[in-house]
């Protein structure tokens, strides 16, 4: 169920979590709850989870959702910084603090001022960084390098990580007390090999930015379709990404299926390695459903992929394009006499009666409610889910 802090977070005016954090599982809702739980908060946040899952992503979104939205969000990758200049990175260096140093520089720490200080593989920082990390995060202040002059550090700090920092709190590599002051709220990113139900709305968010940036689009078979949902994706979702933007350049405008994928993605379902997580069934289940309401000769090999998500409940354009071909729904009278109304609120229950009244009219087959209501087949489910609009 999604909570109050949730439901306020989805609809920030800045950012809509469920176009940002895509998905339709458990784990990816899970992950857009805790996000919307935390992000109002001034709480550092320690996001761990496999490279390529999408942490500076979740960081953002954190960001975006919180009061700091306005100010900036600064990134900085703690592993790529050699260490003798990371210092000077995150305090800024006066004037001549050493050789190089020509001019006095802002480090991101000053940069990141009244925003979020994103710091990506915490667990690359040198132990001596880690020391004077800490005093910042405890004392809220700073010197720059060669100075002298106190800096506030009024900064919220979300750190990322793809490695196991208790282990090397144990072997003595990473401080205990550090890893204590990061990780206030700790949010695991799911890997997307235990996402396989995400697949889909993933591929064809990659597919429509390839369209947009390049003007060229691909189509994917159900086979195809269906072997990606069981591939292990080491790569996460980045290999996702990648593997799309591959295919783009390889088949513009071409439908591809299962001969066309490169070696490994076209391995067959006994080849992939299975993990608890995984069940083929829901993932066949899943994929039944995007092709269940096509027709025979065309649901055999395109995967006609959803449009990217739109649930913003303030654009009902589209719900009455076709009033007149349903039922008769029951008004919506305002009675200002007894006082103001929540205009946001009172649309939603007209959306919400007009959804309801396009399911029952197409005995709840969602993508001919769909196109009485001119939506796309996945908004309307995504508004049935957001709504908790089901069949009796």
Same mark, same amino acid.
């Given at each position: 169920?999604?909570?109050?802090?949730?439901?306020?977070?989805?609809?920030?005016?800045?950012?809509?979590?469920?176009? #940002?954090? /895509?998905?339709? +599982?458990?784990?990816? =809702?899970? *992950?857009?709850?805790?996000?919307?739980?935390?992000?109002? !908060?001034? %709480?550092?946040?320690?996001?761990?989870?496999?490279?390529?899952?999408?942490?500076?992503?979740?960081?953002?979104?954190?960001?975006?959702?919180?009061?700091?939205?306005?100010?900036?969000? #600064?990134? /900085?990758?703690? +592993?790529?910084?050699? =260490?003798? *200049?990371?210092?000077?990175?995150?305090?800024?260096?006066? !004037?001549? %603090?050493?050789?190089?140093?020509?001019?006095?520089?802002?480090?991101?720490?000053?940069?990141?001022?009244?925003?979020?200080?994103?710091?990506?593989?915490?667990?690359?920082?040198?132990?001596?960084?880690?020391?004077?990390?800490?005093?910042?995060?405890?004392?809220?202040?700073?010197?720059?390098?060669?100075?002298? !002059?106190?800096?506030?550090?009024?900064?919220?700090?979300?750190?990322?990580?793809?490695?196991?920092?208790?282990?090397?709190?144990?072997?003595?590599?990473?401080?205990?007390?550090?890893?204590?002051?990061?990780?206030?709220?700790?949010?695991?990113?799911?890997?997307?090999?235990?996402?396989?139900?995400?697949?889909?709305?993933?591929?064809?968010?990659?597919?429509?930015?390839?369209?947009?940036?390049?003007?060229?689009?691909?189509?994917?078979?159900?086979?195809?379709?269906?072997?990606?949902?069981?591939?292990?994706?080491?790569?996460?979702?980045?290999?996702?990404?990648?593997?799309?933007?591959?295919?783009?350049?390889?088949?513009?405008?071409?439908?591809?299926?299962?001969?066309?994928?490169?070696?490994?993605?076209?391995?067959?379902?006994?080849?992939?390695?299975?993990?608890?997580?995984?069940?083929?069934?829901?993932?066949?289940?899943?994929?039944?459903?995007?092709?269940?309401?096509?027709?025979?000769?065309?649901?055999?090999?395109?995967?006609?992929?959803?449009?990217?998500?739109?649930?913003?409940?303030?654009?009902?354009?589209?719900?009455?394009?076709?009033?007149?071909?349903?039922?008769?729904?029951?008004?919506?009278?305002?009675?200002?006499?007894?006082?103001?109304?929540?205009?946001?609120?009172?649309?939603?229950?007209?959306?919400?009666?007009?959804?309801?009244?396009?399911?029952?009219?197409?005995?709840?087959?969602?993508?001919?409610?769909?196109?009485?209501?001119?939506?796309?087949?996945?908004?309307?489910?995504?508004?049935?889910?957001?709504?908790?609009?089901?069949?009796?």
């Amino acid at each position: 169920m999604v909570g109050t802090a949730t439901a306020e977070a989805l609809h920030h005016p800045r950012v809509n979590l469920e176009q #940002v954090l /895509v998905g339709a +599982g458990s784990a990816i =809702a899970n *992950l857009r709850s805790l996000v919307a739980q935390v992000a109002p !908060k001034m %709480a550092s946040v320690l996001l761990q989870g496999e490279s390529g899952t999408g942490k500076e992503v979740v960081a953002r979104a954190i960001h975006d959702c919180s009061t700091r939205s306005k100010a900036p969000f #600064v990134a /900085v990758n703690c +592993g790529a910084i050699p =260490a003798e *200049l990371l210092e000077s990175e995150l305090f800024g260096h006066e !004037k001549g %603090a050493f050789t190089g140093a020509v001019a006095a520089r802002k480090g991101r720490f000053e940069l990141a001022e009244g925003g979020t200080l994103f710091l990506d593989e915490i667990g690359d920082m040198p132990f001596d960084m880690q020391v004077k990390l800490l005093r910042v995060l405890q004392e809220r202040t700073f010197e720059r390098v060669g100075g002298t !002059k106190l800096q506030k550090a009024n900064v919220r700090i979300v750190a990322a990580t793809h490695q196991n920092l208790e282990g090397k709190v144990e072997s003595g590599d990473f401080r205990m007390d550090l890893y204590y002051r990061l990780n206030v709220f700790p949010i695991d990113v799911p890997p997307l090999r235990d996402r396989p139900e995400d697949i889909p709305l993933l591929a064809q968010r990659f597919i429509n930015l390839q369209q947009e940036q390049n003007g060229e689009a691909i189509s994917l078979s159900r086979d195809a379709l269906t072997q990606l949902c069981q591939c292990d994706w080491q790569g996460n979702i980045r290999e996702l990404g990648n593997l799309i933007e591959r295919l783009t350049i390889l088949y513009p405008g071409e439908v591809v299926d299962t001969q066309k994928l490169p070696g490994r993605y076209a391995a067959s379902q006994a080849d992939w390695v299975q993990t608890p997580r995984h069940d083929p069934e829901a993932v066949a289940k899943f994929i039944d459903d995007l092709f269940k309401d096509m027709d025979d000769s065309t649901q055999e090999k395109v995967a006609v992929l959803p449009a990217p998500v739109d649930t913003g409940a303030e654009d009902l354009s589209g719900l009455f394009a076709r009033a007149d071909q349903l039922p008769p729904v029951t008004p919506h009278v305002v009675d200002f006499s007894v006082g103001d109304i929540d205009l946001k609120e009172h649309l939603a229950e007209i959306e919400k009666d007009l959804i309801f009244a396009a399911l029952e009219h197409s005995d709840w087959v969602n993508a001919q409610a769909a196109k009485r209501l001119n939506l796309q087949r996945t908004t309307l489910v995504e508004k049935m889910r957001k709504y908790d609009i089901r069949r009796s």
